[in-house]
């Protein structure tokens, strides 16, 4: 798997926080990495979890994205926090989240 950007948005429910900590260890297991940055704000400094984000498409608009998965990013609080219909970019391995989680 290699790095790509991508604007993406968040997917978090409430399930998918709660397991955030755990998610980070998903992409870590899956990249052979060790999460050290946020992926979108570049931060080292604070605490990172594995967050849900699709991928936008090109209008971005939750209608036009880009395929229907979810993929593991590791983001610091506030970024993870963005409102779900906020689009940013990220810069990360973006690890597939199995289907039905
Ligand atoms: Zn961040």
């Not at 290699?2 to 297991?29: F, L």
């Not at 060790?34 to 849900?52: E, F, I, N, P, Y």
């Not at 984000?53 to 994205?65: C, D, E, F, W």
Request: proline content about 3%; overall charge positive.
């Amino acid at each position: 798997m290699e790095e790509e950007t991508h604007w993406v948005y968040n997917g978090k429910n409430t399930s998918r926080w709660t397991y955030s900590y755990a998610w980070i260890y998903y992409w870590e297991e899956n990249t052979g990495l060790t999460a050290h940055r946020c992926s979108a704000c570049g931060d080292v400094t604070g605490k990172l979890v594995g967050a849900h984000v699709y991928k936008a498409g090109i209008l971005g608009r939750r209608t036009s994205r880009l395929d229907r998965n979810y993929y593991i990013v590791p983001l610091c609080y506030s970024c993870n926090n963005f409102n779900n219909d906020y689009k940013f970019k990220v810069t990360s391995i973006f690890v597939p989240v199995p289907s039905n989680n």
